[in-house]
């Protein structure tokens, strides 16, 4: 079991963040979800947010014409989506928001069969990486549903020393948290800045802030607070989630990675078997 003290507030982070949205932000959502599916539209189709954060993807999926679960664990995270879809969807009755945990197998079971399950840089918080995996696949259709997650690359001795950073971040008092985040993510600007410069490009992190929002429709800042105090903290390679996957019948669609980088690989996986 995690510790409810070193567990990070996501859903305060997503509060801050829900200040942001706009069409706009939206746009770039549904955009994202749209190329990363290879899919126009989910009409006729239902489709499971785990770990539903701000909202922002289940609302893009809405507008896809979706039929839409939302489930989070976090109470401020369903309240922060349960406001996004009072402010912004047209179909409330489309839209289904309820709070409850991936690890839970009765209520993952009680949700039924989906042909779309997203869940974006969620599984690896939950403290049990591999049981919400198998409990969160357990809910694709079978008949050639889709599985999209997205899981901590793991880098290594860099990965063991961000969950160093995140320890930290827990262990100091909340008014010191922002100046925390802030550190870290200046000396890794500055990093990043020099290895623009060596590459003959503007040092300024601009460009990068910029492609953040059009990529997913996301914050820098925000991200940055989700990243170092993000606990609990898993990571894995891609062949450690390809393989497994392809046991439990299914098979790799698309994939999107960071190479040796920190982040989020992509997986986009079709459900082939019929058990």
């Known amino acids: 079991m995690v510790d409810e003290d070193d567990r990070f507030a996501f859903g305060e982070n997503?509060?801050?963040?829900?200040?942001?949205?706009?069409?706009?932000?939206?746009g770039e959502a549904v955009r994202s979800l749209k190329a990363s599916l290879d899919l126009d539209s989910l009409e006729g189709c239902r489709f499971l947010d785990i770990?539903?954060?701000s909202g922002l993807f289940s609302l893009a999926a809405c507008r896809m014409k979706g039929d839409v679960v939302s489930v989070d664990y976090d109470a401020e995270s369903v309240s922060c989506t349960q406001?996004?879809?009072?402010?912004?969807?047209?179909?409330?009755?489309?839209?289904?928001?309820?709070?409850?945990?991936?690890?839970?197998?009765?209520?993952?079971?009680?949700?039924g069969s989906f042909?779309?399950?997203?869940?974006?840089?969620?599984?690896?918080?939950?403290?049990?990486?591999n049981a919400a995996l198998e409990l969160a696949s357990r809910c694709v259709a079978n008949d050639g549903g889709l599985?999209?997650?997205?899981?901590?690359?793991?880098?290594?001795?860099?990965?063991?020393?961000?969950?160093?950073?995140?320890?930290?971040?827990?262990?100091?008092?909340?008014?010191?948290?922002?100046?925390?985040?802030?550190?870290?993510?200046?000396?890794?600007?500055?990093?990043?800045?020099?290895?623009?410069?060596?590459?003959?490009?503007?040092p300024l992190p601009t460009a990068d802030w910029r492609a953040k929002k059009k990529d997913r429709g996301m914050?820098?800042?925000h991200d940055w607070v989700d990243w170092v105090g993000g606990l609990p903290f898993e990571f894995a390679s891609p062949e450690s989630i390809i393989v497994p996957m392809r046991k439990r019948g299914f098979i790799l669609e698309n994939l999107k990675t960071v190479g040796s980088g920190w982040g989020c690989n992509e997986y986009v996986f079709r459900r082939i078997n019929i058990p």
């Open 147 to 202: 599985l999209f997650i997205a899981i901590y690359n793991d880098q290594g001795g860099a990965s063991r020393r961000w969950l160093a950073i995140k320890k930290f971040y827990h262990r100091l008092p909340n008014w010191l948290r922002p100046a925390w985040v802030a550190l870290i993510a200046s000396l890794y600007e500055i990093k990043f800045a020099f290895a623009r410069l060596a590459k003959l490009k503007n």
């Open 115 to 129: 042909d779309v399950v997203y869940s974006w840089g969620v599984l690896h918080h939950t403290g049990n990486m």
């Open 219 to 221: 914050s820098a800042w």
């Open 83 to 111: 406001e996004l879809r009072r402010r912004y969807s047209a179909k409330p009755e489309c839209w289904n928001i309820r709070q409850g945990s991936v690890l839970d197998d009765t209520m993952m079971s009680e949700l």
């Open 51 to 53: 770990g539903c954060g």
């Open 14 to 26: 997503w509060r801050a963040f829900l200040c942001l949205v706009d069409e706009q932000r939206i």
